[in-house]
C-alpha cells in the first residue's frame, strides 16, 4: 500500500471551488490507480472519483459528476481534486487512497471499502456561508 498525503481542505462558501492534492514520496503515483473519498461523521465513506494508472481513465460517482475533476501531474507525482459549484452536502473530510483493484471495478461497485489500507489522515472540506 502507497501512504498517501491528502491537503487543500478549507472552509468555503456554497458555490465556491476547492482544490484539493494528493501526494507521496518514494513512490510513483502514476503506477497507482488513485481513488477520492470522503466521509461525514456517522456514515461511511464514500466513493467520489478515480483515477487509473498508466493510460489515466477517469471514473466519477454520481454525486461528482459534473462538478468535480480529478486528474494527476507527473512531473510534480500529486493527484487533484477540482471541486467546483460546492454545495451544502458535500462537507466532508476528503481522502485519497490505491484501490484494491482498478477504477472501473470500482466504478461498477465490485470492491469491499473493508479491502482498502493505508487511509491518509484525510483533509477537511468546509461548506459554509
Known amino acids: 500500500q502507497v501512504p498517501l498525503v491528502e491537503s487543500g481542505g478549507d472552509l468555503v462558501q456554497p458555490g465556491g471551488s476547492l482544490r484539493l492534492s494528493c501526494t507521496t514520496s518514494?513512490?510513483?503515483?502514476?503506477?497507482?490507480?488513485i481513488a477520492w473519498f470522503r466521509q461525514v461523521p456517522g456514515k461511511e465513506r464514500d466513493w467520489v472519483s478515480c483515477i487509473s494508472s498508466g493510460d489515466g481513465s477517469i471514473y466519477y460517482a454520481d454525486s461528482a459528476k459534473g462538478r468535480f475533476t480529478i486528474s494527476k501531474d507527473n512531473a510534480k507525482n500529486t493527484v487533484y481534486l477540482q471541486m467546483e459549484s460546492l454545495k451544502p452536502e458535500d462537507p466532508a473530510v476528503y481522502y485519497c487512497?490505491?484501490?484494491?483493484?482498478?477504477?472501473?471495478?470500482?466504478?461498477?461497485?465490485?470492491?469491499?471499502?473493508?479491502?482498502?489500507?493505508?487511509w491518509g489522515q484525510g483533509t477537511q472540506v468546509t461548506v459554509s456561508s
Open positions: 518514494g513512490f510513483t503515483l502514476d503506477d497507482y490507480a
Open positions: 487512497v490505491t484501490p484494491p483493484g482498478p477504477c472501473f471495478a470500482l466504478n461498477e461497485g465490485s470492491m469491499d471499502l473493508a479491502d482498502f489500507r493505508s
